[in-house]
């Protein structure tokens, strides 16, 4: 099992930048494909970035953050973080981080093992 707590979310100005950190434990962190994803209200979860383990290190984000956010991990400290920079408010959303095993279909979230809480971010205009 893979417990995840997200940290780092909070209330921004347009503009402004976030780090968002995942803590891991369990399970053999350095092997997992680590992806962010978020869910606004009335919306379905979608996906942000991803990357994946067993040191390839292959970075997926979506189309929307693509320059302005980055992803990274520590396999030491088992820690996966987001870094958005230039945030806008309709990056307003929960932001969970996620796990899986393999490499495969990283940007669907039906294809994730565990899930953290998540971590609230708000943009305000």
């Known amino acids: 099992q893979v417990q995840l707590v997200e940290s780092g979310g909070g209330l921004v100005q347009a503009g402004d930048s976030l780090r968002l950190s995942c803590a891991a434990s369990?399970?053999?962190?350095?092997?997992?494909?680590m992806g962010w994803f978020r869910q606004a209200p009335g919306k379905e979860r979608e996906f942000v970035a991803a990357?994946?383990?067993?040191?390839?290190?292959?970075?997926y984000y979506a189309d929307d953050v693509k320059g302005r956010f980055t992803v990274s991990r520590d396999s030491a400290k088992k820690m996966v973080n987001l870094q958005m920079n230039n945030l806008k408010p309709e990056d307003t959303a929960v932001y969970y981080c996620?796990?899986?095993?393999?490499?495969?279909?990283?940007?669907?979230?039906?294809?994730?093992?565990?899930w953290g809480q998540g971590t609230q971010v708000t943009v305000s205009s």
């Open positions: 990357i994946t383990g067993s040191s390839s290190n292959v970075y």
């Open positions: 369990g399970g053999t962190f350095r092997t997992y494909t």
């Open positions: 996620a796990a899986r095993k393999d490499s495969s279909g990283v940007r669907s979230a039906t294809t994730y093992n565990y």
